[in-house]
């Protein structure tokens, strides 16, 4: 019985072999890896989704009925590190507007899988320049917004798309974080103190929710102390564990500092956001070990990222700190960046290529915590990538062709 | 004090110095009315521009000042036909027509904003009140020199009359509760009605033929429509979606108004329609479509299609919506779409002159024009190349290499306090 569900399998797998999941080849005149030195000449065979050989063309055979795809310059799909596409939709009004609800400062129980349209259109527009991957969610705007998630672009469904449906939990410090229309909090004091007294109250409702350690029905009335399941409370005991980190986005130096300050006090990972005042702290940052998104190299310069320079990511680069780039939330337009544009500008502003490359690529994909599956072009890794006619930074090449999960998902030239 | 008089003494020293020929030899020139240039000279005087050829076709004079510009590419200064720096206003909210409202009373000239154009390689603007109006006010043209006051730096005709367009919208940001329309017919309507009033106006001033007893009451904001009806100011006029755009072509017929389209998000929809208007089309490059119902078609192919079409096609940042330290890029992301190399370097230069009447003065490097020119360190159209000088009437108002200058093209702390006139540069001052 056994084998013979493994046949069944096996054989369903050859009928799906000759429509999206056909043996692909890959030809690259340069394949940016991201593993390694780029591959001149190179080739990549996918197989079932997945790639199965990379190298020279010299040293790897392309089987005999493989489809072949060629272009002057292939690189691993692009990892965008925080978005807000899929949930901010292009038309920008209210009704495609998902990721902020301002009813309450704090709600981390809002799943982005709830709001997550797989099939807007500015995912798709991502897609068109070589996107396969985003970690999109709530945006900023409060002191905790909601959750984020993982999911390729394909374009399909939640259910197909979703990589992770919890990635990490949207937190704010500084005035963004700032309640409207005299809502509290209405300094950055009271910020921190909400977000503290919110850890603090997790905390304990982590302590009250743990099983008992005697038998369950011994003391019934200790069973009643417990308290009922709490959404919000229970969206954060997972960042108290440090299996989920606060995804903190804050731009001004001390607000930078404010944000380490209450990981450090509740031992929890951060991952700093946007950090436009970055390069005021680096000694800091970098001894904190947390990692940076950094915002998009192009967003504006005003309000909290009056001081943000175009050379940040060259100074996280050269302080060793790990750091990836992203298109950022957008509230009117363009509504979406794109990172491919956004590692350009950081290339032109003192990164070097190969370096702007891997912060929309391998570095976006370990702070992310998914090297295992994309972000570079390596056996056993997802079949994602990216076809570019020319040097994929510079303004007047394109994007032709996408791949995920070894199936072509545009064929577009943008 | 002895700081002071030594600085006015070095400004006169530089004023003076501008007069002095200068050469910059060995470049790439990009003249944009004429063909490209290798191993180039551009030999400029008294603010203007001398001859421009290969190294071997002009002649130096001998007191000439030499910069080696080899390997360096030279473009004519950069114009932005539409763009909303020096924390500029026009219109209130009070109404949606206010044809009397001028941006030139509203300018911070110590702005930040100069000083990213100026790193952005941007030498002349027109500088715009916002498209929350149906007409929100009078723009006004100047050069991004570093200034004390408007008047150093604003255009004027030979009358000595300030230079502006007015500027108009349609579409979905001067939808707005009443008594703003709520409608697109509205908004035509209450164009038609305002522009009807102006002819009235008009024929009335006509009819008074210079007799002040006979004269209608002034009327700022009809004073300014006639100047659009008798087509001494041109209208620069924000529009995205095809129907509006029609609409623009429409009334700019019915009022016979000069007008250039800004922004025309859906023009590679109506592209023949607007040649045969021959309506000149400042178009913004928009790096996503959305954030706006009238921009869910932005396209990067719209310069091409319009190219092709027999517009003429210019840029413009509209900074802050794009950054004007990168308006090179809205050139070069039309080229990834279509557009030609030729087109895109004209469209970022001379086609701006063009739109705003300063085509006889800017916009190309040619014998006679103001000396208004950048200094690029590669391919104007890639995205490793930095502006590193930027020109203006012969004097240098940007140079990478000085920090207080980079500052501004990188941005960091300070970037966006305004100008401190210590760091100014002599512009201003040599004319005092």
């Known amino acids: ?414 | 004090m002895g700081s002071l008089y030594f600085l006015l003494g070095l400004q006169a020293q530089i004023g003076s110095a501008h007069d002095e020929p200068s050469a910059w030899v060995g470049a790439t020139i990009y003249p944009i009315d004429s063909p490209p240039v290798e191993d180039g000279v551009l030999l400029t005087r008294g603010g203007k521009i001398v001859a421009v050829g290969p190294r071997n076709s002009v002649q130096l004079p001998a007191d000439v000042r030499r910069y080696d510009a080899t390997g360096k590419v030279i473009l004519p200064g950069l114009i932005c036909t539409h763009i909303h720096i020096g924390q500029v206003s026009g219109a209130d909210r009070s109404s949606p027509i206010q044809p009397e409202a001028r941006a030139l009373d509203s300018i911070n000239v110590r702005n930040e904003g100069f000083q990213r154009a100026q790193a952005g390689g941007i030498t002349t603007v027109n500088i715009m009140p916002g498209s929350g109006h149906l007409i929100s006010g009078q723009t006004v043209y100047l050069k991004v020199k570093d200034a004390r006051t408007l008047d150093d730096v604003v255009l004027r005709d030979d009358d000595g009359n300030i230079l502006g367009g007015m500027k108009m919208a349609n579409g979905t940001n001067s939808r707005r509760d009443p008594p703003f329309p709520g409608t697109r017919a509205k908004s035509a309507s209450l164009v038609r009605e305002a522009y009807i009033k102006a002819q009235e106006y008009k024929e009335k001033l006509a009819r008074a033929n210079g007799d002040k007893s006979k004269a209608p009451p002034r009327d700022l904001g009809l004073e300014a429509l006639v100047e659009v009806l008798d087509k001494k100011r041109v209208v620069h006029h924000h529009t995205h979606r095809h129907d509006d755009i029609m609409t623009v072509l429409r009334l700019a017929d019915e009022f016979d108004f000069r007008v250039v389209l800004h922004h025309v998000s859906d023009g590679w929809k109506v592209a023949q329609e607007i040649a045969d208007a021959k309506a000149p089309c400042s178009i913004i490059v928009i790096d996503s479509p959305g954030g706006k119902e009238e921009a869910m078609n932005v396209d990067f192919k719209t310069g091409g299609v319009l190219e092709k079409a027999g517009v003429l096609v210019g840029f413009h940042t509209d900074d802050f919506i794009t950054d004007s330290r990168l308006f090179l890029r809205s050139g070069a992301l039309a080229v990834r779409a279509g557009m030609t190399r030729e087109g895109a370097l004209q469209g970022l230069t001379l086609a701006g002159a063009k739109m705003l009447d300063l085509d006889q003065k800017i916009g190309s490097l040619s014998e006679g024009k103001d000396a208004d020119f950048i200094l690029l360190s590669g391919d104007p159209l890639s995205v490793y190349t930095h502006v590193l000088e930027t020109w203006i009437e012969g004097e240098k108002v940007f140079d990478r290499s000085r920090p207080e200058d980079r500052l501004f093209a990188t941005g960091g702390q300070g970037a966006s306090r305004d100008r401190e006139d210590d760091n100014v540069c002599c512009s201003g001052w040599e004319k005092k």
């Open chain 1, 1 to 414: 019985m056994k084998t013979l569900s493994i046949i069944l399998t096996l054989l369903s797998l050859l009928a799906s072999a000759d429509s999206s999941y056909a043996q692909i080849a890959v030809r690259g005149n340069t394949v940016h890896t991201m593993a390694g030195e780029s591959i001149q000449d190179g080739v990549i065979i996918i197989r079932d989704g997945k790639i199965v050989a990379v190298g020279k063309s010299s040293a790897i055979q392309i089987p005999p009925d493989a489809k072949v795809l060629t272009a002057q310059v292939v690189t691993p799909g692009l990892v965008d590190a925080h978005t807000a596409v899929g949930l901010s939709g292009s038309l920008n009004q209210n009704h495609d507007q998902d990721q902020f609800e301002k009813s309450n400062p704090v709600q981390p129980e809002l799943r982005a899988i709830d709001a997550y349209n797989a099939r807007e259109l500015l995912v798709s527009w991502v897609r068109s320049f070589g996107v396969t991957t985003i970690h999109t969610g709530h945006a900023p705007g409060a002191v905790m917004t909601g959750q984020t998630l993982l999911a390729k672009t394909r374009g399909h469904s939640i259910q197909r798309d979703v990589m992770q449906s919890r990635c990490m939990i949207a937190a704010t410090v500084g005035d963004l974080a700032r309640g409207r229309d005299g809502k509290p909090p209405g300094t950055r004091s009271k910020v921190i103190a909400l977000l503290r007294a919110q850890l603090i109250k997790a905390n304990e409702y982590a302590e009250k929710m743990k099983p008992s350690e005697k038998p369950e029905d011994e003391d019934s009335e200790e069973k009643d102390r417990t308290p009922g399941r709490d959404l919000r409370l229970e969206a954060l005991v997972p960042v108290l564990q440090g299996e989920v980190p606060l995804l903190v986005t804050t731009h001004r130096a001390h607000d930078i500092l404010s944000a380490i300050r209450v990981a450090q006090e509740f031992q929890i990972k951060i991952v700093l956001d946007g950090a436009a005042e970055a390069y005021l702290v680096l000694e800091e940052i970098k001894k904190s070990g947390f990692p940076v998104i950094l915002h998009p190299t192009m967003a504006r310069s005003r309000g909290e990222l009056e001081n943000k320079s175009m050379e940040t990511a060259a100074l996280l680069k050269k302080a060793g700190i790990r750091f990836a780039l992203q298109s950022g939330f957008e509230s009117y337009v363009p509504k979406t960046r794109v990172i491919l544009f956004e590692a350009g500008i950081a290339a032109c502003y003192g990164l070097t290529s190969k370096e702007a490359l891997a912060s929309i690529t391998i570095d976006a994909a370990r702070i992310l915590g998914i090297a295992d599956r994309v972000g570079s072009i390596e056996v056993g890794k997802d079949a994602d990538l990216a076809l570019y006619d020319g040097d994929p930074l510079e303004y007047t090449s394109h994007c032709i062709g996408v791949l995920i999960d070894g199936e072509v998902v545009s064929e577009l030239r943008r």
